[in-house]
């Protein structure tokens, strides 16, 4: 019979950064209090979670690194809001923040969720950030702890709760 990897939600023992954009406050602190929540959901020790805030998105991809590099976390989450304006500035920090970011996660093998929203306004922002579309920061810290117990177990580092 094939071995088959479903989803798991266990977050105890785990250890998780959040790093998280300040730009565009409004809708990132509520992306980051959906975060933590879904993190206290799946389990994840309030200890075991680090935060960083960082200026904008733009500056997301290089935290990220120095957590990644750091050996101490099973999985990272990303959050920010870039929102389009009139200028091309919406298009390269989006397409730097999401390229540089499967960037590190494949070359240090860690799961890295990104919670960057990229809406047309604000209001599109807030209604992913714990409005009528949920809380994509919740959705990305589910994402992280699925990721790191896949990765757990492919390794054999823990009993498979597959």
């Known amino acids: 019979m094939p071995i ?3 989803k798991n939600l266990q977050g105890s023992g785990l250890r998780v950064a959040i790093v998280c954009s300040r730009f565009n406050e409004v809708v990132t602190e509520r992306l ?3 975060a933590i929540e879904g993190l206290g959901r799946c389990g994840v020790d309030a200890d075991a979670i680090e935060i960083a805030r960082v200026p904008g998105a733009f500056e997301l991809p290089l935290a990220t690194e120095h957590f990644a590099r750091s050996g101490r976390f099973d999985a990272v989450v990303c959050l ?5 304006g009139e200028t091309a500035h919406f298009d390269f920090i ?3 923040v999401v390229a540089e970011t499967g960037r ?3 070359r240090h093998g860690l799961p890295i969720s990104l919670g960057v929203l ?3 306004n604000v209001e599109q922002g807030l209604a992913r950030a714990g409005g009528q579309h949920g809380n994509k920061g919740r959705e990305a ?4 702890i ?3 117990n896949l990765v757990r177990a492919v390794r054999g580092e823990e009993p498979s709760p597959y």
């Open 80 to 84: 920010g809001a870039v929102i389009r």
């Open 118 to 120: 990229t809406p047309d």
């Open 4 to 6: 088959s990897y479903e």
């Open 94 to 96: 989006s397409d730097f």
């Open 32 to 34: 980051l209090q959906g």
């Open 104 to 106: 590190i996660m494949v």
């Open 146 to 148: 699925e990721m790191a």
């Open 141 to 144: 810290a589910e994402a992280a």
